[in-house]
């Protein structure tokens, strides 16, 4: 432990300051984490299912994200970088908030070139920085709206003039991609144009903290500033993190929509505009991490009881409404609070007009990959691979180019209105917040696979891969996952050079596994796992150890607490950590997804299908139609008892849905329910 202590040191002094422990999020010296995270380069996808995702985002996702956002004819999010570096004439075109998803895609190229050290990528990024640099103010402001208004003299008032400018949302963004950037390449120039821009905010800080406390709106500066911290070692950053939260408190008429209405401290509910909730949420446990301050845990822990057990979809989105209001923000009918892409009432979850922006579901990776660090609880890690197989994966078509913005849990041909988002995915969204932030999170998941604490190794995610690691103390570990996760459950986990000491191996159990069970060189340890837990196993390993587990995937017919009155009476198939759905294109013709029932009794079996949406396990099992569907000018009628008819039914992961043209779809189906 002393030698790796010692080297630390020695890198952090060669480096001017900067530590080199190099973590997704960098929570190696946080005084309030259970777990650490290990470094970005030392896990490696090898076969499978997040292999290829990786290689999907790396090939296609990344290079086509960027054929876009450097034509100016799709978006100009490039240009207004070369217009505020001067190198181009033009004006500032696109949401105010795209720089922001310029910087999401660069991170996202950033963690690419750490696992795959991809010279192209390196050269690619290094041109882009130059001209990032250029267009930032001596002074470190960096927003390509404001400055490229300011070049051309057609601005008189500086910064922070609009709290929907999201400046703080873009130089937060900013930040973290720089942290990225340095740990991938071992470069400062990023870094150092992120130092400039998090000093230009403690100053606006220090100088008039109401104004900034007014612009925290989407705030991945919180989330950013606490990773500079971690990086730099700057002690004002952290008081920085600190005090941003604790402004908060002074926003005057503030709202639910922006959950600013009342102190932090105070929440207990997941209010508002969920992106922001989210952001909020993770940036704050990202301070409680670094400073142990327990009225944050508190309320972090009341907020995420709220999302889990209230108001969060199955697939793990969140931000169920369109257009809702705060009723609790104000008694008085008259001020009732408008709030956009709303988490709504406990259990208020439609589906065909779900809201769920992408940018949402990252967010709730994010707050719960912070929430397990800190905690070492298995259920955040049960949400986080939750919201990855379901909700982040299926805002992505499978060719890679197609994106949606919300993610309904069902569609249906005709709808008697429109809805202001597209229902099918777009290659491109005006607003282009979610693609670069659902991309950067799915090339990351590697990060988030294994966390370290002193007792030893946690496996949060499974999937095959190679890890080198260094435990707590410093000796090294290597190991390798073998397993066709999520599609089957069992797990070969081969340890390849223990450290010659006894150490835990903790592995998640999780919730939705029952009867799981553990063999170590074929002789079994423990079976009828408790799910929803990390199980330890502390021995002396020994090289070529091997580690079996299994964790049984039977399909299981889930429903919903009875006050989620959208799915009364109806139920939604899962197998492992797969949400499935029906697609109409599996139909007869002619037969609608609202005329399917399923009978209590079905049993769902599974089978891979190769040729089918880049090859899935579907799902399949005896279900009925119920042929009298014709509506036609009637709201209500007499239950009609007879007509119905079996048919064989095929079900596909939600995240393949929309990819085979138009379709009707839905999670949730009727239920013939003879209990
Ligand atoms: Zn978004």
């Known amino acids: 432990m002393q030698r790796r202590i010692i080297s630390l040191f020695l890198i952090c002094l060669v480096t001017d300051s900067l530590c080199n422990a190099d973590g997704l999020t960098d929570t190696s010296t946080s005084r309030h984490v259970k777990l650490r995270s290990v470094d970005i380069k030392e896990v490696r996808w090898t076969e499978g299912f997040w292999n290829d995702r990786f290689d999907w985002c790396r090939k296609i996702v990344i290079p086509n994200m960027q054929r876009m956002l450097e034509d100016p004819k799709v978006s100009h999010a490039y240009d207004n970088f070369l217009i505020a570096a001067g190198r181009k004439d033009g004006r500032h075109r ?20 750490a696992v795959t050290q991809d010279e192209e990528l390196d050269t690619l990024m290094d041109r882009i920085i130059e001209v990032i640099g250029k267009s930032q103010r001596e002074d470190g402001y960096i927003h390509t709206p404001v400055i490229i208004a300011q070049r051309q003299h057609l601005l008189r008032n500086g910064e922070f003039n609009n709290r929907l400018d999201f400046e703080t949302y873009n130089m937060g963004h900013l930040m973290t991609c720089a942290c990225v950037h340095y740990r991938a390449t071992g470069k400062t120039d990023l870094l150092d144009i992120a130092k400039k821009a998090a000093d230009f905010i403690y100053r606006s800080y220090k100088d008039s ?54 102190p932090f401290r105070q929440q207990t509910q997941a209010v508002g505009h969920a992106v922001r909730a989210n952001y909020l949420y993770a940036g704050v446990a990202d301070v409680y991490a670094e400073t142990g301050d ?118 249906v041909d005709e709808l008697p209105f429109e809805l202001r988002w597209s229902r099918r995915r777009e290659p491109y969204i005006n607003c282009f917040c979610c693609p670069p932030n659902t991309v950067r999170t799915i090339a990351e998941i590697a990060a988030y696979a294994y966390s370290i604490s002193n007792e030893g190794l946690w496996i949060n995610l499974y999937g095959s891969n190679e890890l080198k690691t260094h435990l707590a103390e410093g000796s090294p570990l290597r190991l390798k996952q073998q397993t066709d996760y999520p599609w089957d459950g069992m797990i070969n986990i081969i340890l390849e050079d223990t450290p010659k000491k006894e150490f835990s191996v ?50 299981r017919l889930m429903e919903a607490h009875p006050l989620v009155e959208e799915t009364r009476n109806q139920t939604a198939i899962c197998r492992g950590p797969i949400v499935y759905c029906l697609e109409s294109t599996d139909l007869p013709d002619g037969v609608k997804v609202t005329d399917i029932s399923i009978p209590f009794d079905t049993i769902f079996e599974s089978s891979i299908d190769k040729a089918l949406l880049g090859g899935i396990f579907v799902l399949e099992g005896k279900a009925r139609i119920n042929s009298a569907a014709n509506w036609e000018n009637m709201l209500y009628r007499e239950l009609d008892r007879g007509k119905t008819r079996e048919i064989n039914l095929r079900l596909i992961p939600y995240y393949a849905w929309d990819n085979r043209g138009d379709s009707e779809m839905a999670v949730w189906m009727s239920l013939e329910n003879s209990r």
């Open 506 to 555: 903790f592995l998640r159990i999780p919730g939705w596994a029952k009867n799981a069970s553990i063999r170590i060189n074929e002789e079994m340890v423990s079976k009828n796992l408790q799910s929803g837990q990390y199980y330890e196993v502390r021995r002396l390993w020994r090289n070529k150890d091997r580690i079996k587990l299994v964790l049984p995937m039977p399909a």
């Open 294 to 411: 327990t009225s944050l845990i508190r309320a972090l822990e009341a907020i995420w009881n709220d999302v889990a057990y209230r108001k969060m979809y199955i697939t793990g989105a969140t931000g169920a409404l369109y257009d809702g209001a705060s009723p609790d923000g104000s008694r008085s009918h008259s001020s009732i609070q408008l709030v956009h892409q709303a988490y709504g009432r406990p259990y208020q979850l439609p589906n065909i007009t779900a809201y769920n922006e992408s940018c949402a579901i990252a967010g709730l990776i994010f707050w719960n990959w912070r929430m397990l660090s800190v905690t070492g609880k298995a259920r955040y890690a049960d949400l986080l691979e939750l919201a990855y197989y379901n909700g982040l994966l299926s805002t992505i078509s499978l060719d890679g180019k197609k994106f949606f913005y919300t993610n309904p849990l069902g569609r």
């Open 94 to 113: 696109g949401p105010k908030w795209h720089d922001g998803d310029f910087y999401k895609w660069l991170e996202a190229v950033a963690f690419v070139y």
């Open 209 to 262: 903290p109401n104004t900034l406390a007014n612009n925290a709106i989407c705030p991945s500066h919180y989330m950013g500033i606490i990773e500079m911290y971690r990086t730099c070692r700057d002690p004002r950053y952290l008081e920085l993190a600190k005090g941003l939260i604790d402004i908060r408190d002074l926003v005057k008429d503030g709202s639910d929509h922006n959950q600013d209405r009342i």
